[in-house]
T-cell receptor
Framework: SQQGEEDPQALSIQEGENATMNCSYKTSINNLQWYRQNSGRGLVHLILIRSNEREKHSGRLRVTLDTSKKSSSLLITASRAADTASYFCATYNDMRFGAGTRLTVKP | DTEVTQTPKHLVMGMTNKKSLKCEQHMGHRAMYWYKQKAKKPPELMFV???????INESVPSRFSPECPNSSLLNLHLHALQPEDSALYLCASSQVGPGTEAFFGQGTRLTVV
């Protein structure tokens, strides 16, 4: 069964806008990770947030984790056309991915 | 070296062929993964090896046979595949234990004719 489930499934924004995508999971976790995949290529690790952390930043990325709601969000600020990709969350427990969010950033 | 290398990059095979996909990493990772990804779908976990032993098999058909001959190599042997097995096959590796990221190869694009 899938651990992480992302929403929305597709998101289209203009360059410079912020993009927020969400992930929900079912069971207790050690950590949650976000990955990016450019079309037809391998996944790239973006950021990891541990179960005892509530927020984490990395460059233009901000991740939050709410273990009481079993959910996480990924915010990309000041988006660029190069951010166009699919974004997935996965929990350490089983490294299974949800449906992902397909982000399109229009120049 | 933070690379996971997958070969070949593209593979076309007939339904009666036997072929193998190869994955290699030299990061000292002891967990390795195979995923199958169809177009516009998320990667589906197929197999997980931990310390060279199969720890997860997601009820994958026996025409897919994984092998982990050593801590750096992971193979996926293919036999009698169906056209619906055409997909991108991704390999990944990580340290064993929480708090570690997985590194992915660029995948093998498999077409079964």
């Amino acid at each position: 069964s899938q651990q992480g489930e992302e929403d929305p499934q597709a998101l289209s924004i203009q360059e410079g806008e912020n993009a927020t995508m969400n992930c929900s999971y079912k069971t207790s976790i050690n950590n949650l990770q976000w990955y990016r995949q450019n079309s037809g290529r391998g996944l790239v690790h973006l950021i990891l947030i541990r179960s005892n952390e509530r927020e984490k930043h990395s460059g233009r990325l901000r991740v939050t984790l709410d273990t009481s709601k079993k959910s996480s969000s990924l915010l990309i600020t000041a988006s660029r056309a190069a951010d166009t990709a699919s974004y997935f969350c996965a929990t350490y427990n089983d490294m299974r991915f949800g449906a992902g969010t397909r982000l399109t950033v229009k120049p | 070296d933070t690379e996971v290398t997958q070969t070949p990059k593209h593979l076309v095979m007939g339904m009666t062929n036997k072929k193998s996909l190869k994955c290699e990493q030299h990061m000292g990772h002891r967990a390795m993964y195979w995923y199958k990804q169809k177009a516009k779908k998320p990667p589906e976990l197929m197999f997980v090896y931990s310390y060279e032993k199969l720890s997860i098999n997601e009820s994958v058909p026996s025409r897919f046979s994984p092998e982990c001959p050593n801590s750096s190599l992971l193979n996926l042997h293919l036999h009698a595949l169906q056209p619906e097995d055409s997909a991108l096959y991704l390999c990944a590796s990580s340290q064993v234990g929480p708090g570690t990221e997985a590194f992915f190869g660029q995948g093998t694009r498999l077409t079964v004719v």
